[in-house]
């Protein structure tokens, strides 16, 4: 059973940054590709990065050039570096395949003021 953990949100002014991390636990980590999605109320999950499991990215558009997405194979862990955050990043951010195959973790909050 691979169980999804995001963490590193928080409260940033526009402008800042901030590193989320997802753990995977379970097997077969190396082989997956991972994608960070956000999601504010309201509104469909939206996939904004993804990682193939042998290192090639993709960004949608409003995060290309600010956001970077990575993995570490030996830690289990896919990172999301956010920098030049903007008010409308504002959300709840989730990781997972980018066939969501998983149970949803909890997410992480990421809020930015303006």
């Known amino acids: 059973q691979v169980q999804l953990v995001e963490s590193g949100g928080g409260l940033v002014q526009a402008g800042g940054s901030l590193r989320l991390s997802c753990a995977f636990s379970g097997m077969f980590f190396n082989s997956n590709g991972m994608g960070w999605y956000r999601q504010v109320p309201g509104k469909q999950r939206e996939l904004v990065a993804t990682?193939?499991?042998?290192?090639?990215?993709n960004y949608v558009d409003s995060v290309k050039g600010r956001f970077t997405i990575s993995r570490d194979n030996a830690k289990n862990t896919v990172y999301l570096q956010m920098n030049s955050l903007k008010p409308e990043d504002t959300a709840v951010y989730y990781c997972?395949?980018?066939?969501?195959?998983?149970?949803w973790g909890q997410g992480t909050q990421v809020t930015v003021s303006s």
């Open positions: 990682i193939t499991s042998s290192g090639g990215t």
């Open positions: 997972n395949t980018p066939l969501p195959r998983f149970d």
